[in-house]
């Protein structure tokens, strides 16, 4: 079962380049060595500490996110109403936090915990593309559907996705698995909205594809997260044990049948 070999990886497969690849700061060094500084979101800043955050320095929008673990998350769409307070508490809560501890997932264990701000990407333009809409609440957010492109990769080759569209949250989110080629798996998680229908295929579909193999190659499972904003592919992040290994999904042959695509026999246990 595909559940269960991610188990035997959290164990055996220990490489240190995992503990950057799952660093949302140090991974991006990483990609734009890999395939480019145009697929990394731009930064605004990095601190230790909530507190050494000038916000009078920030843009009117931007993401606060924690560099070594999720949920840590703070969005603001306007600096005005901004609730720093609760952002403070949450992003402190975070830094206080070793995200290994929780579902032993071991690329975590050694991350820096950091605060890094990105850019705000529903409201951002890259340079030389041009929008006549302007996202400015959160409401806008859900319905501009901004899309993740997630893919399952299996030593450099992505076998499957998943399209989620929405805030990732159980209230807001849509999902559905797909293909490479496009056509609906037959299998989901049963805790996440379906989409009513197969959404359109991104035309970067390809491109993404390719950045999927060239991220994943010799590496015996990850994730590849991938957005496409204005035109133009965007990294995510790598994740190396979805949901802890524990992803719910329907039918539970599934879980049986993606295990297939992971072989264990060719991990080296000794790097």
């Not at 009078?56 to 996110?65: C, G, M, S, Y």
């Not at 070594?68 to 402190?92: P, Q």
């Not at 399952?152 to 998943?162: D, T």
């Amino acid at each position: 079962m595909f559940s269960e070999k991610l188990q035997w990886l959290k164990l055996h497969d220990r490489r240190s380049i995992y503990t950057t690849m799952v660093d949302k700061y140090e991974v991006k060094n990483w990609i734009s060595n890999r395939i480019g500084e145009s697929y990394v979101v731009p930064n605004l800043g990095v601190w230790d500490s909530f507190d050494q955050i000038d916000l009078d320095t920030l843009p009117e929008q931007f993401v606060l996110k924690c560099t070594h673990d999720s949920g840590g998350l703070a969005i603001c769409n306007d600096r005005d109403t901004f609730d720093v307070t609760a952002a403070w508490e949450k992003i402190e809560k975070s830094l206080a936090r070793n995200y290994y501890y929780s579902g032993r997932e071991w690329p975590y264990r050694d991350v820096k915990p950091r605060i890094l701000a990105e850019v705000y990407l529903p409201a951002w333009e890259p340079e030389g593309t041009k929008s006549d809409t302007k996202i400015e609440t959160l409401a806008d957010q859900i319905e501009a559907g901004m899309t993740d492109y997630k893919f399952y990769c299996f030593n450099g080759e992505p076998k499957f996705l998943y399209v989620s569209q929405g805030l990732h949250d159980h209230e807001t989110a849509k999902m559905i698995f797909l293909t490479c080629d496009w056509e609906p798996t037959g299998f989901a998680r049963p805790d996440y909205l379906h989409f009513d229908a197969v959404p359109p295929k991104p035309s970067t579909l390809d491109e993404m594809l390719a950045i999927a193999r060239r991220l994943s190659e010799d590496i015996p499972f990850v994730r590849v997260d991938l957005f496409e904003h204005f035109g133009r592919v965007l990294f995510s992040e790598m994740t190396f044990h979805p949901v802890s290994g524990m992803m719910p999904i329907e039918p539970n042959s599934a879980d049986v049948e993606i295990g297939r695509y992971l072989e264990l026999a060719h991990v080296d246990a000794t790097r």
